[in-house]
């Protein structure tokens, strides 16, 4: 039966419509997340959103979960204080890629170190768009910014990569355009033991369109569907040709011990390992 | 691996010769810490490395996070889930926590943060005393944030305002700060640790309403909104932008300004009950030594050795730094004709204490901050001085 | 569970006319109506895919008009 | 014997000084019941070079935690003993290890040579500082025997407690007399 | 992209419509900035675009760094190579660059920091104006630190404050904190750029010795050591740890105290040269109204419509917030009755007046913290309930 | 000729011995890290030291260079101003495991992505060597440390991937004990353009030692010479005999632009760009 | 005319009211010499919903910066036009674009259907700021044509500077009587 | 350039007896002394390979003695 999942699960004293701009991508990936969730089954109460500062982190808003909006940068940080002192609890974190990457990047690779068990979102739309479009540390060379008006300089981080090599069980990435792949990779994802990271792309029609000509909603929609290429695909191409391509797909899938799971463990351990220590 | 040992005593009372560091944890345990998140630092280390292996031990977790911005930040999504939690540090992670720690403040997040000071600024005098942080304790964060701050000067205080911090943070839901000193928190003295039935251990308030009802700043319960935990049937969004009192954010001017005085007052109103300070020997004194933390100790000997020689010197210490509360030198008797502010730092305090006492009176500071610990006989010896009585 | 659902509905209130249901339809369903809102124009040629609820970043497009209706109060 | 006295037991890392204090500390407080303040030093300094752990005893409330000058030295190194005897006090006791240190002869002198005694009479070299211990205790008093054993068992490997208890009695039955 | 054009005046000046953050960046060239490095944050973004823009046209450079604590990091590391630096942030980026801010601090590092204060705690009111970063401005990093801190009413004074931010930080190699204001930083008006040769420029001042007797915190020159470039021929070391006059770290009691004492005597006994303030109307006041910032035009509105009343209004604006100078209120005219201290926060530096000012004069503090600015209205309105006046 | 060429470059103001315990491997990094820039013809005026906080990060102070000694974390974020600031410089970062990948995270991964020119040693003790022996996250699991009472259950992060993922362009490991492989890489490293990792294992005998029972000073630099493998030797290895090994050798070696140089370009540009503002 | 003029320019993102607030305020205070405040809206309620530029403009120094009532108030969409109609002064001047909103009528209230002007008069849409700037100026003086033209050249991307004469003056050539 | 160094050096005073040289030389030319600290056996064994000075986390082994004495003067 065809459902708008989405709508049992918007807070009920929240107004609408949201905040995001027409045509931006970011309604897309929570109601992902959300229908994701649903799937599995999670109970409302048991499943915590956690973000940080930016147009993708002000999601948790919406949506009828417990939820913590954070300090820039810092929401898997939070998150995994929430996690640890509750390891019932289903944890997803929505980030950006300023958030995440950016200010949050030293967290983001510890978390992926840990492999703690938390889902971390990155709404990738290689701009800081709440501050007014500056690059992000996943803009393209050449694209332009706020702060890039000759051009941005900087490589971008690949963040699949970076989370593999920092450790993470799961890791993919989706677009905004293609939703019901995103919805997979994120059910993966929580279902998954470990730390995820679900990259998506996805459009900022008003800033990265503004700095970079790049039309408008439907425009950029259609930018983002016709680069995108599976991991198959690309292993095809050379360097040169993948350049400006959206590669999507599972990067890495795989079965480390996750940490909170092994600290009970260790729990059991030292709780064994009292010893009286009243001896007077 | 634990440099101490535990005994009991004849009334059972657990009793050690801990160190300062060694001290807060275990009072931390008997305030009910279930989680702590930390980042190793001279000279708090030693809070950690015993967090580290004794939380397990009683059903809590640790975890060294990658620094102290994060470390800060575990410990209030922690305490979001209800448990209690702590993390410690020392000057350059107290910086570096100070933007979370606003976020808690703002949204009444109860949890404890010591911060055992060390020389400053910067790197600074890494393994030596201070109290350079006594003013960034509450103006560390940006923008206007209501802070609780405790200062100890034994091993057996830090007993005691460990697990005062916590009953604070949970009563008032509100960050507590434990300002230690390296000099309290290395010593090492006999501490008794009370038993259950001589301490009262306050957890926060909850809710009895409906779940449908429930609003995380509610306040018609009075200023301090009762807490629930994430994972409960009490679902519910925080913020660190200005929030009604669904948690959601807000620029309508009234509500900010609404909730700006709430948790201010929530604190300001309660001055006195949470304002913790002795007096020695004040009834009669000419003379009077105000400090807290480690100083205390010398301040009570300069007083014992100048009464000796003839000199009214009483001794006022303060256990609570924030609130800092008026009427205590507003109320002062008036034949005190000095005041001195042991501090070692270049002069915070006496600030505040400047800026409340009205009436005229001598008031000076003394100030030590090379690194050293202060004696009583240098205290002696200023007030002697300045006194033209140096014999 | 294999109930069809019998209607779509835009909840206009909501739309911000992104056109994104409009374009990425693949049975050229939802088109745009006279008011610059999109509309469903041949139910009958739906595939029931959800494209269009997944990809319409508004939560506007809808299956059961009553229970969203709800959400707008506060 | 006196109320209140100062003591710094000085040496080199890994020579056990820490420990000592501690020992002797948790002695003092918790099985003579006296007021007992033990710090030491920290940090990069504590690092190979001198190494130090400093008590006050006293019958009466313990103001400062750090002696400046003091009653009682110990010094197991050279550096130590350089940086710390000018610190004793007129009448004080300084305890020096003569199989180590270079030192001066003078009143309250009392050098004995202590890790020569505890590798050759008990067999183990680590055990030195025990040995300083049972010294210090049958010299000064300033902590009781009792007291100092069981706080010494309470914090030593277990199966190691025969070394242990050997090597304080050892110290303490020594005989000297200052080397002036 | 910029949002402004420049076009030049009859005297030839650089004229402009420009907000007070483009403002800001085009004064900084004018000092001679040449590397900027930050992160953005509302309400300051606008600096960094423009630097971004115009710094490689005038071969300075711009980075965007990955947070605030390596931005600070940055310009404090670009300063040694004896370049001009700036970063520019608002609140939650202010409490992040504390830690390095304080190394500046102690290691005598040019640099300006812009903050554009916005409504806090936290996240708070990222959009609205606040002035609620005063007393972190200078406690914000912990142990003492000496901090030199400006505060503009006008995009007009942003450029005269840019300016002197930079010489300040020159002259006395001490880091400056530009407090802007969200409705400063944000308001267009009109600006007059100088000419050069209106324009004083100071540049640190260098060493003439001998690179091998170079010490880079000599104190034989003054409590302000000569400066050497990293790169030039001077070859230094620096430390956040407490050093001597070799940068080398040292835990010499008196060395440590001879630092502090020298690094803030350098700042104190140059308040007067460092305090910059204005007085409108004060010769005759019974009323003073004492502000900074933006709400200095309220309260110059409030005085001129008052005035209309009959009422003896004066206006005291503080250019300079710190160091804090007492003089200025001890000075003050007898005759004034009343002091009204207008602050977009909770009441911060109204704290420091009330602990300067011994005569018996009412204070009172004139706040507004919801997120809107203060109007003259508002203020000639409490001033008149305060006098009684309301007719 | 044989020249104990580190003499030419110890600070005449300052005394020595140093202040790391007896076999420590920072005096031997130290002294590799100066041969280095010796072979390389480096002026000492325009060589630049950067380090954060930890024993290692003291290492400059004995040394002639211009040296910034800065705070936890950040020598990678003062080394960009610095090199930035004037790209004529020879930055050299020496950090630790705990201040290069644990509280400085951030600013290694964002040095590596923008490729700057510089070149940071990590002395990896895997341990806070400073604060008294915590776990550091290079730290193996199982391995005691005064946080990890109970072994350590956190994965440690592999140095060299991390960097390459992050973009850097050379990328290399060493050991204290093959001092002399250790000069050759950091040679390399500076002499590459664009950002250079050298992970150095280096002993902590005083605490990895305590924590661990790994001996004294020559028993862990024998541990961790029997312990090190060169990359084609790992190639070779299962995951499970790779476990305990040290592998060393040159993981990237590429030509990613550089910063500073692009930068320059920039500039070029922009200049060109100045319109004669002055319109009136 | 007034000494004193208080202005709110509004409508919703992407309808150019910022630059249009800009061109003002620079005509005004650089080539009128008037003394010129100009704020605008910021933020995430910037995105998507109402968007404003306000402007005093006044022949004495400006105090105030933000109007929180207003002498002139355009606006170019309906929720702009509901959320700021209550502001206006008794006797100020709105002025609306009827194509896009529904008003009521009254004393000062001046509807024109500016986007319509724009499209089929001058031929671009987005001119409607533009032909708006020339209302205002012909119907309030705020601010002098000359000077009005002279900012919007030094705006506009080069090659539109035919097609933005002609909108201002367009705009400052219509006739309109208030619609009471 | 080809000059062979004639001789080693320790400096005992900077020494911390880690005894890496006496260790690690491949040619046994260094050995533990009677006073504990190392000592130079017999340099003509000694093939120039520097790993002894590499080694030495000291800067204790030089090659001229008279340049470093100067280094302890402060
Ligand atoms: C400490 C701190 N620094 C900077 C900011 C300003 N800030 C808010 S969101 C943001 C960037 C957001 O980028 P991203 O995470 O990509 O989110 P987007 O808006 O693009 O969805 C920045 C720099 C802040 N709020 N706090
Ligand atoms: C902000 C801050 N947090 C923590 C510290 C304490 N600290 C100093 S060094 C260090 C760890 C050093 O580890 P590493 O970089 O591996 O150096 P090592 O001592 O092992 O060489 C820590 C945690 C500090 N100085 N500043
Ligand atoms: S600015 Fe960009 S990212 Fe932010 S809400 Fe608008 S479209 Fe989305
Ligand atoms: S996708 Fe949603 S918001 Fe977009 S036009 Fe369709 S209904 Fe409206
Ligand atoms: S469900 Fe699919 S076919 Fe049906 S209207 Fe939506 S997009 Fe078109
Ligand atoms: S503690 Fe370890 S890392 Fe630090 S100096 Fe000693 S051996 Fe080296
Ligand atoms: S290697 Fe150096 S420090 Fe170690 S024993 Fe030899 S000379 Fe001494
Ligand atoms: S140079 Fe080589 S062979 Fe010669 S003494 Fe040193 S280690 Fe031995
Ligand atoms: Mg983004
Ligand atoms: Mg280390």
Excluded at chain 2, 138 to 146: E, F, L, M, N, Q
């Amino acid at each position: 039966m065809m459902q708008d999942i989405i709508h049992q699960y918007l807070r009920p004293s929240k107004k609408f419509p949201h905040v995001w701009c027409p045509g931006c991508g970011d309604g897309i990936v929570l109601s992902a997340i959300v229908r994701a969730i649903h799937s599995l089954g999670k109970s409302k109460n048991e499943t915590v959103l956690v973000s940080g500062i930016g147009c993708s982190s002000r999601a948790p808003v919406y949506v009828d979960f417990p939820a913590l909006h954070g300090t820039h940068g810092r929401a898997l940080a939070f998150a995994t204080g929430i996690k640890m002192a509750n390891p019932e609890l289903t944890v997803v974190v929505i980030t950006g890629d300023g958030d995440g990457l950016a200010i949050g990047g030293n967290h983001f690779i510890h978390a992926c170190r840990r492999n703690i068990d938390i889902t971390a979102v990155v709404f990738n739309n290689s701009i800081y768009g709440m501050t007014g479009g500056q690059y992000s540390p996943t803009m393209k060379v050449n694209d332009y910014g706020a702060t890039a008006p000759y051009g941005n300089i900087e490589r971008p981080f690949d963040v699949c990569d970076l989370a593999s090599a920092a450790g993470a069980n799961f890791v993919a990435r989706a677009t905004a355009y293609h939703a019901i792949m995103l919805e997979k990779f994120i059910k993966m994802g929580i279902a998954k033991k470990g730390l995820s990271i679900i990259d998506v792309i996805t459009p900022c029609p008003t800033l990265y369109s503004f700095y970079n000509k790049a039309g408008k909603n439907i425009d950029m929609m259609e930018s983002i569907r016709d680069r995108t290429i599976t991991i198959q695909k690309a292993e095809q191409l050379s360097d040169a040709e993948k350049e400006d391509k959206i590669v999507v797909g599972i990067f890495a899938n795989r079965d480390f011990p996750e940490y909170t799971g092994i600290y009970s463990d260790l729990m059991e351990r030292a709780k064994r390992s009292v010893k009286d220590e009243e001896l007077l | 691996m634990l440099f101490y040992k535990l005994y009991k005593d004849e009334q059972g009372r657990k009793v050690g010769f801990l160190q300062g560091n060694e001290a807060c944890l275990e009072a931390a345990l008997i305030a009910g810490l279930k989680f702590f998140a930390g980042y190793p630092i001279t000279p708090s280390s030693e809070i950690a490395a015993v967090a580290a292996e004794k939380l397990p031990m009683y059903g809590g977790r640790f975890i060294q996070m990658e620094d102290e911005l994060s470390s800060m930040a575990a410990i209030v999504g922690a305490s979001m889930t209800g448990k209690k939690t702590m993390t410690a540090t020392s000057g350059p992670g107290f910086s570096l926590k100070q933007e979370n720690l606003g976020y808690a403040c703002l949204n009444e997040v109860p949890c404890v943060i010591v911060n055992v000071q060390r020389g400053g600024p910067s790197t600074g005098l890494p393994t030596q005393v201070s109290q350079g942080d006594v003013m960034q304790a509450k103006w560390g964060s940006h923008g206007d944030h209501p802070i609780i701050a405790l200062s100890p000067s034994s091993v057996q205080e830090v007993v005691e305002l460990t697990i005062q911090a916590f009953n604070f943070a949970e009563q008032y839901r509100n960050p507590v700060v434990l300002l230690m000193d390296e000099t309290v928190a290395h010593m090492r003295e006999k501490i008794v640790f009370p038993l259950a039935e001589e301490t009262e251990i306050i957890n926060r308030h909850h809710s009895e309403v409906d779940p449908q009802k429930y609003k995380p700043f509610d306040t018609s319960f009075g200023d301090i909104p009762p807490f629930e935990n994430f994972g409960s049937e009490y679902r519910y969004f925080i913020t660190g932008l200005i929030h009604d009192e669904y948690g959601y954010p807000t620029t309508k001017p009234l509500e900010v300004k609404n909730l700006l005085d709430r948790i201010h007052r929530k604190i300001n109103d309660h001055t006195q009950q949470l304002s913790l300070f002795e007096q020695y020997q004040t009834e009669d004194a000419e003379t009077l030594i105000i400090s807290y933390g480690s100083p205390v100790r010398s301040c009570l000997g300069a007083m014992e050795a100048g009464r000796k020689k003839g000199m009214k010197i009483g001794v006022l210490q303060l256990k609570t730094i924030w609130p800092f509360n008026p009427e205590i030198f507003t109320k002062l008797p008036s034949k005190i004709k000095n005041i001195y502010v042991v501090e070692l730092n270049m002069g915070q305090l006496i600030l505040e204490i400047e800026r409340v006492i009205k009436r005229k009176v001598n008031i000076q500071g003394i100030n030590k901050y090379d690194g050293l610990f202060i004696s009583d006989q240098e205290i002696l010896k200023y007030l002697e001085q300045q006194q033209g009585k140096k014999s | 569970m294999a109930k069809k659902t019998k209607y779509l509905y835009i909840k206009k209130n909501w739309c911000k006319q992104c056109m994104f249901c409009v374009e990425f339809c693949p049975r050229d369903v939802i088109e745009v109506g006279e008011d610059g809102y999109p509309r469903i124009v041949d139910i009958t040629k739906c595939r029931e895919c959800t494209l269009c609820i997944s990809l319409c970043p508004e939560f506007a497009i809808i299956t059961e008009p009553e229970v969203t209706e709800q959400l707008e109060v506060r | 014997m006196k109320n209140f006295y100062e003591i710094r037991l000085s040496g080199s890392g890994g020579q056990g000084l820490i420990t000592m204090g501690m020992i002797m500390g948790e002695a003092a407080a918790l099985f003579d019941h006296k007021y007992v303040v033990q710090t030491q030093s920290y940090g990069p300094e504590a690092r190979g070079g001198a190494c130090k752990a400093e008590l006050i005893i006293s019958n009466s409330r313990v103001n400062n935690p750090k002696p400046i000058t003091v009653d009682i030295l110990l010094t197991l190194s050279q550096p130590a003993y350089d940086k710390y005897i000018p610190d004793v006090k007129p009448g004080g006791i300084v305890i020096i290890d003569s199989s180590l240190v270079k030192y001066k002869k003078g009143k309250g002198v009392y050098p004995l040579p202590i890790t020569t005694f505890a590798e050759k009479d008990i067999g183990l070299k680590v055990t030195a500082n025990v040995v300083a211990l049972g010294i210090i205790c049958s010299l000064t008093k300033v902590v009781s025997y009792n007291a100092l054993e069981r706080a010494l068992l309470n914090r030593i490997p277990p199966g190691t407690e025969n070394i242990n208890k050997k090597a304080l009695s050892f110290g303490k039955s020594l005989k000297f007399k200052d080397n002036i």
